[in-house]
């Protein structure tokens, strides 16, 4: 498998990072499933790089093309992780790799101590990932989010 490299985002990935995100299985695995405007997603990037508390990395394959993103939102010592990945590049492991080096990276880098995943019920190729990184199922505290499978990982 060839290897991959991590890098933060930055402004002009803005662009790949709307197709991306209106890509059918990635709509499809969110909580709100709407097509995303141009305009709306911009000013989300804009304020997303400017925020402290997030961070967004992009996945390079071994040629420096971006092939996938994952955002942590930081709440003092634990972050929730979100991922996703170009169609041509699942389902080869591009996933499960970019969870696991950028989930190392932000413990190396932070204070945070656990990642949590919430994953719609259902979309069992990302438990899959989630799961050959580390992550372990918890249950649920709240049945109102009877939708979603949880996770986490520990530093
Ligand atoms: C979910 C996602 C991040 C996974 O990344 P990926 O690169 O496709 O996944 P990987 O190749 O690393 O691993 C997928 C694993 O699931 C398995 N898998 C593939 N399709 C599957 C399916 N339909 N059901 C169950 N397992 C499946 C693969 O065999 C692999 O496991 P293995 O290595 O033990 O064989 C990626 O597919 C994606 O971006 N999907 C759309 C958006 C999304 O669902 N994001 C996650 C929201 S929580």
Redesign the pocket.
Known sequence: MPSIKIRFAKKEDCEWLWKLVN?T??R???FSKDYIPWKKHLEWFKSKLKDPNIIIYIGLDNRGKPF?QVRFEIDSREAEI??????E???????????KKTCLSLFASTEIETIS????IG????????K?VGFQEIRNKNTNESKKNCMQLRK
């Open positions: 890509d299985e990635v499809k695995a969110s996938g979100s991922v996703s990945i170009d169609k590049y699942r389902g080869k492991g591009y996933g499960s790799r970019l969870i995943a919430n994953i719609r979309n069992e190729k990302s438990i899959k990932s989630f050959k």
